[in-house]
């Protein structure tokens, strides 16, 4: 936890799901953290009072990922209250499902939006104004490789953002920052769960051959692995953490 001490990471898309379970761990390891939210503004404070509550320090910052300037203003926002930033968690995004024959324009607009423009304002501002040492985890999806029928929009927003990571990693020579991704199989959150049906959960949940949805702490381990002093030599790549599904 002391190796830690003084750090500050954003995480985006944090009031809830995996986003808030993230913030929590990153609290509870000993970095500051910064609660990014776009609408939700109760569920982020109370993620911010509970690391503050476990002897963490965190502050809300209310930014739509979409927005370029907003992004900015997150960042100045983190930057005058702690000094600096050390860690950005690209974890906001929209998962809307349809056939590619059926997907509106609509659809298509909005995902590309959040998940792609969102996860590139980001990570664009987090590669000027990273403190030397940092590290960057982004978010993808293992349906990149399972390839589900109806999410092909949506795994297509998260194809390209695991190719600017590879490429983000080799842009930041010399700064000693890290630029991985973390690619979740079904994980029981509101936004996988919403919609379907008990026995297409069931389904979905035997895919892996662990045999159970992934849960957010699952998931915040793999994060909080990478942006700790274990997760140092890993650089440049995609961890799919979906029990064995893909």
């Given amino acids: 936890m002391t190796s830690e001490t003084n750090k500050v990471a954003?995480?985006?898309?944090?009031?809830?799901?995996?986003?808030?379970?993230?913030?929590?761990?990153?609290?509870?390891?000993?970095f500051t953290v910064v609660v990014n939210y776009s609408g939700d503004a109760k569920s982020a404070e109370a993620v911010a009072r509970d690391i503050e509550s476990k002897g963490g320090r965190a502050l809300t910052?209310?930014?739509?990922?979409?927005?370029?300037?907003?992004?900015?203003?997150?960042?100045?926002?983190?930057?005058t209250a702690f000094g600096g930033v050390d860690v950005l968690i690209n974890n906001a995004g929209i998962m809307k499902l349809a056939k590619i024959a059926d997907s509106d324009d609509a659809?298509?607009?909005?995902?590309?939006?959040?998940?792609l423009k969102g996860s590139f304002n980001t990570m664009r501002e987090a590669a000027k104004r990273l403190r030397n040492g940092g590290r960057i985890v982004n978010f993808s999806t293992s349906v990149v490789g399972i390839k589900l029928?109806?999410?092909?929009?949506?795994?297509?927003?998260?194809?390209?953002?695991?190719t600017m990571t590879a490429i983000l990693s080799k842009e930041l020579r010399g700064r000693n920052i890290t630029v991985n991704a973390v690619a979740p199989g079904p994980v029981a959150t509101e936004l996988f769960l919403n919609g379907k049906s008990p026995e297409l959960i069931e389904?979905?949940?035997?895919?892996?051959?662990?045999?159970?949805l992934g849960t957010p702490e699952d998931i915040a381990s793999a994060v909080a692995f990478l942006v700790g002093p274990d997760g140092g030599w890993i650089n440049g790549q995609v961890l799919r953490a979906n029990g064995g599904m893909v």
């Fill in 107 to 115: 659809l298509f607009d909005q995902q590309v939006a959040v998940n």
């Fill in 149 to 162: 029928e109806a999410y092909g929009i949506y795994a297509a927003t998260k194809a390209a953002v695991e």
């Fill in 203 to 212: 389904r979905m949940s035997k895919m892996n051959p662990l045999e159970r």
């Fill in 61 to 79: 910052a209310k930014a739509d990922v979409g927005d370029p300037r907003a992004v900015r203003g997150m960042f100045d926002a983190a930057e």
């Fill in 10 to 30: 954003i995480v985006t898309g944090a009031s809830r799901g995996i986003g808030a379970a993230v913030a929590e761990r990153l609290g509870r390891a000993g």
